[in-house]
């Protein structure tokens, strides 16, 4: 079955030149697994870790559960340190928050904290703009 049968119109794309190579048989990331489990469970470890050297958890756990539940989201019932077991739906409601959440966490940063709380929010940045885009 040709993606022109099923009445799809493939444009041009960085594949267009490339024979016997079509997007719809490229590898797809597995979200749960790859994603979700793996990259965000060490994201998770890592925001921990940085904001106790730091002295900012219950900053995060207090901006944490004031979230507000919104079309799409659940706000969490726990706070962050307190959720043991983290489901498929609060992964995907982390990777929409927790940016937002880790910037209100390290506001006004002392002097010997201005470097890494600039950098941080980069970090973490980065891969939840990997898990929008996949």
């Known amino acids: 079955m040709t993606p022109e049968s099923l009445g799809i119109r493939l444009g041009q794309n960085v594949f267009y030149g490339l024979n016997r190579v079509s ?3 490229l590898h797809k990331p597995d979200m749960l697994h790859t994603v979700y489990l ?3 469970k060490h994201m998770r470890d890592w925001i921990q870790g940085f904001l106790k050297k730091h002295r900012r958890l219950e900053a995060f756990d207090q901006v944490w559960k004031t979230l507000p539940p ?4 659940l706000g969490p019932k ?3 340190r307190q959720v043991t077991q983290w489901q498929g739906t609060q992964m995907r409601n982390l990777g929409r928050c927790v940016l937002g959440v ?3 966490a390290l506001r006004q940063p002392g002097s010997a904290q201005l470097i890494p709380f600039k950098r941080a929010p980069g970090y ?3 891969l939840v703009d990997c898990n929008m885009m996949a």
């Open 23 to 25: 997007p719809s048989d």
């Open 38 to 40: 793996g990259l965000f």
């Open 70 to 73: 919104y079309p799409g989201f």
């Open 78 to 80: 726990k706070a962050y």
């Open 102 to 104: 880790l910037a209100l």
């Open 124 to 126: 973490v940045r980065a």
